[in-house]
């Protein structure tokens, strides 16, 4: 049974970082985060698709964030950088055994998700 867990978040000032984790993989290796922030839809921030690990980004952390696995010790890790107010938001890791890189990071590729980790960067 897959059980993701976040950790990682946390209250940082604009324009510094934090590294979020994920736990709980077990082997999957289509991987993403989103985030979502109240009253928004949750939105795609970064993902891994299988067959040469190709990384995908939202438009809006491209250059900031790094999205990373740890395929031994089954974690997935999202380095944030540049912090932004506007990049506070509850951060979730996605996970699934099968995907096709759509052409943007889609919600709907992933069964497994953790309950997210919270960022907050005041403005």
């Known amino acids: 049974q897959v059980h993701l867990v976040e950790s990682g978040g946390g209250s940082v000032q604009a324009g510094g970082s934090l590294r979020l984790s994920c736990a709980g993989l077990a082997g999957l290796y289509c991987v993403g985060w989103f985030r979502q922030v109240p009253g928004k839809e949750r939105e795609g921030v970064a993902a891994?698709?299988?067959?040469?690990?190709?990384?995908e980004y939202a438009e809006f952390v491209k250059g900031r964030f790094t999205v990373s696995q740890d395929s031994a010790k089954n974690e997935l890790y999202l380095q944030m950088t540049g912090l932004k107010p506007d990049d506070t938001a509850m951060y979730y890791c996605?996970?699934?055994?099968?995907?096709?890189?759509?052409?943007?990071?889609?919600?709907?590729?992933?069964?497994?998700w953790g309950r997210g980790t919270q960022v907050t960067v005041p403005s």
């Open positions: 891994i698709y299988p067959g040469g690990g190709f990384k």
């Open positions: 996605a996970a699934d055994d099968y995907c096709i890189y759509p052409g943007y990071i889609r919600e709907a590729d992933y069964a497994h």
